[in-house]
């Protein structure tokens, strides 16, 4: 499956965004989705994730309550909604996708598929 991540940019603190991650291929609905993050100096972070059947979630601490993971079948697409956006959330977002995953399962690791990144940067 190939990723095409979009949506990033610059915003002010407190301010929204919405990252999509389009997927090629007919097999989008078997693939657990994430969403991660790298800023500038840091390692590589969990941001959240969402299962195959898109009933089951997960959030890393700093970004509970104020982002949101998402994801349409029919489309092809994931989503990752982020609000009241802060500089320390400044980071290059990157979605994936695990295959061989179960309809409910949550996977924080051993994604193999990766899009190509998108930047956003909060100011303050």
């Known amino acids: 499956v190939q990723l095409q991540a979009s949506g990033g940019g610059l915003v002010q603190a407190g301010g929204s965004l919405r990252l999509s991650c389009a997927a090629s291929?007919?097999?989008?609905?078997?693939?657990?989705l994430g969403w991660f993050r790298q800023a500038p100096g840091k390692e590589r972070e969990l941001v959240a994730t969402?299962?195959?059947?898109?009933?089951?979630?997960f959030y890393a601490d700093s970004v509970e309550g104020r982002f949101t993971i998402s994801r349409d079948n029919t489309k092809n697409t994931v989503y990752l909604q982020m609000n009241s956006l802060q500089p320390e959330d400044t980071a290059v977002y990157y979605c994936?996708?695990?295959?061989?995953?179960?309809?409910?399962?949550?996977?924080?690791?051993?994604?193999?598929?990766w899009g190509q990144g998108t930047q956003v940067t909060v100011s303050s």
């Open positions: 994936a996708a695990k295959g061989q995953a179960i309809s409910s399962g949550i996977y924080y690791g051993g994604y193999e598929y």
């Open positions: 969402i299962s195959r059947s898109g009933g089951s979630t």
């Open positions: 291929g007919r097999t989008f609905s078997r693939y657990a």
